[in-house]
Nanobody, 123 residues
Framework: VQLQAYGGGFVQAGGSLRLSCAAS????????MGWFRQRPGKEREFVAV????????NYADSVKGRFTISRDDARNTAYLQMTSLNAEDTAVYYC?????????????????WGQGTLVTVSS
């Protein structure tokens, strides 16, 4: 499956942004979808994941309560709704997929990756 992330941009602190990840194949029942990010000078880190079924979600502590991951299987698209953004959220955001139900925070468990989309939050 090929993934394309988009929706990044420039936003002021406290603002919101929604990222989308479009898949080239049907994702319903097949793919667990995840979001990762790489902040300037940092390693890539886990942000959020939603299972194949959509019944399970997991978030990094740094984004809990502010970010929401969702999926629209009819559109083969996963989303990351980001609210209350702050400068620490500035990063390149990547979507990723794995073809099993378990949800993992380790990027090594995801064989499929999209290109990144840049989110810049001004303070």
């Amino acid at each position: 499956v090929q993934l394309q992330a988009y929706g990044g941009g420039f936003v002021q602190a406290g603002g919101s942004l929604r990222l989308s990840c479009a898949a080239s194949a049907h994702i319903k029942g097949y793919y667990t979808m995840g979001w990762f990010r790489q902040r300037p000078g940092k390693e890539r880190e886990f942000v959020a994941v939603i299972s194949q079924s959509g019944r399970r979600r997991n978030y990094a502590d740094s984004v809990k309560g502010r970010f929401t991951i969702s999926r629209d299987d009819a559109r083969n698209t996963a989303y990351l709704q980001m609210t209350s953004l702050n400068a620490e959220d500035t990063a390149v955001y990547y979507c990723a997929a794995r073809d099993t139900e378990p949800i993992y925070a380790n990027a090594q468990n995801y064989p499929y990756w999209g290109q990144g989309t840049l989110v810049t939050v001004s303070s």
